[in-house]
Every structure is written in structure tokens, then in C-alpha cells.
């Protein structure tokens, strides 16, 4: 985790560590005067059941994406919408932070599926969070989605190495924000794009260097691809080489 710590100093790290834990005991107090549901279908007294958990975990399976490159698109554990889309929207909008432990585990086989599917060789892989805009971590208490691919990066770890794919892959939350987006979701494809272009930068002061990096972007959903594309975009004109793109869901093509 030595280049993860290059991003943050040791204030950011205490003061989230701080927040953390009274998120915490928030949501233990909270759980006694109001027991959990599952965030999926509303079964009470779990969390998240097992029918629900299935939903996100895998197993990953690759969607080409329409109108990228041939041979280019998604990896991902669960299609958008149902049981999936439910989750992701109480995740999002409903605080339901604690599921970032499941949606870790299936961004985890996402990524090693991904990882397997690729014949680069065993240097250490940069997973680059979608960044959030600023607004939105305001609203989330946080940037969800890098908190999604440090989860998976610790879980996919282990097998990582024993597969003999290199170094286990590192969090670089390398992108920002350079102005500010219109909310994708009511957008068409095209308006998605036009929102989207030139929106992203690498962020001011970044220290680590890109170029030659293999990198995989990370986000929670994939649907038109818009955003992926424009990550890509900054990414490949810092040098780096962008190697797949991984997502919790993805919208299929109809
Ligand atoms: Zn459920």
C-alpha cells in the first residue's frame, strides 16, 4: 500500500479513520432501536440476505460495450437493474455504507476474472477509481467508489498472487473533477458524452508517474460507457496504458 499512502497524508488517513468509526457506532446504536433490513428486498433482521448478496458477488462476466473499440468492454458481477440496481441505489443515496463489503467481494472477481482474461505481464496494476464530483462525496460521506476498489483490492489480493499475476493491484485515485457535470441519469448516450468530455483531470500534484502504467478503471455502474471513456481519455494522454475496465453492474445491451 506504499504508493496508496503517497495520496493521502497522515491527517486525511486519522480524520477518516475518526469518521469511520463513528459511522460505526452510529449504525451498531441505530441497529438497536431500529433493526437492519436487507437493503435488497427488505427481509428483516439481516443486513443483506443470502438471495440478495448472490446478486453482487459474481460470478464476473465480460459486456462488450457499444460503440467502444472491438474486443473492448466491462468486466462485471452483476447486470444492472432488479436486486442489483436496488442495492446500488441504497449503497448511493440510502447510506448504506456496509455494503461495500459485498460489493467489494464482487468487484473482486470482476477484477480477477479481468486479470485472467489479460496476457500483460505481472507488474503491479493500478486500479483508478471513477472519480466522484465533489457534490456527490458531500452527499455520500465519502467517495464510495474508492472505497469500493480499496475493499476489492485487499480481497482479490491473495489470490492474485498465488495466480502468479505480480504484485497484488494498487488503489490510485489519480482523477478529479475539472468542472462541474449535469447527473447522468436522465441523460441519453450522446448527452452523456457532451456532459462528459473534458470533465475529468489528473489530479493537481499527483505524484505518482503514469506513464507506461497498466491501469483498470473501476466504477460501481457501467451503462453507457461514457464515463469510462473519458477516464480512459485522461489516462492515455498521461501515458498510461488502460487495460480494462471493471464494474460492479452493467447495463446489458438489449
Ligand atoms: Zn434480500
Redesign the pocket.
Known sequence: MLFEANFMNSAEITSRTRSDRFREAWRLGWGLVWPAV?A??G?PDVA??A??RRAVTGPAFFQPVVGWPPGWGVWAAAAYGG?AARLVLSWKERGRHDLTGPFGAGMASALMACREASSEPASPWLLVPVPSSAGARRRRGGDLVAALARRAARLVGPAWVAGGHGPPPIVAPVLTHQRDVRDQGELSARARRKNLAGALALRPGLRLSLPQRGCVIVDDVVTTGATAAETARVLTSAGARVLGVCGLSVALRR
Request: hydrophobic share 35%; aromatic share 0%.
Open positions: 436487507c435488497g428486498c427481509a443483506l440476505c438471495a440478495c436486486t
